[in-house]
């Protein structure tokens, strides 16, 4: 399910509250999450500009990494929600792997890619919190805005 602004003018805060979608795992769910994730952007900044323009970008950014990772190492459906929070903006991807993230090596100039998601997501984030369920995990992105 994803939730969104209907109408003109400026959203209410209601309209901003929480924004959730549903993915199935596909590969081409990284771009539905990214899309979802700057459709919520938009809305948020027609009643609450970022502070700085970069941080549309950088959250969109980590939602990209998110979704990645968990098609890759969480077969299976995932969940996006957003919100805002006081001068932040909490992005929670939840997926089916009880497995909490942790780096791997990065080894630049060798062609195999991979490595740098991670250590990019605790870069940008100003917290990064992993919650593990029974039937998977949660992650926790507080990213300014």
Not at 46 to 75: C, F, G, H, K
Not at 129 to 140: A, I, L, Q, T, Y
Request: contains cysteine; aromatic residues 8%; negative net charge.
């Amino acid at each position: 399910m994803e939730t969104e602004s209907r109408g003109g003018g400026k959203p209410s805060s209601e309209d901003i509250q929480d924004w959730e979608a549903e993915f199935d795992g596909g590969f081409g769910d990284v771009t539905r999450a990214r899309l979802s994730a700057e459709n919520f952007l938009s809305t948020l900044a027609r009643s609450s500009p970022p502070t700085m323009p970069e941080y549309r970008d950088d959250i969109v950014l980590v939602v990209t990494e998110l979704a990645a990772n968990a098609i890759q190492y969480a077969p299976g459906p995932f969940g996006l929600t957003m919100r805002r929070a006081s001068d932040s903006v909490h992005v929670t991807l939840s997926d089916t792997s009880t497995t909490p993230p942790a780096p791997r090596p990065f080894h630049p100039g060798t062609g195999s890619g991979g490595g740098i998601g991670w250590y990019l997501i605790h870069t940008l984030c100003d917290q990064v919190s992993v919650v593990v369920r029974e039937d998977g995990k949660d992650v926790h992105a507080f990213l300014p805005w």
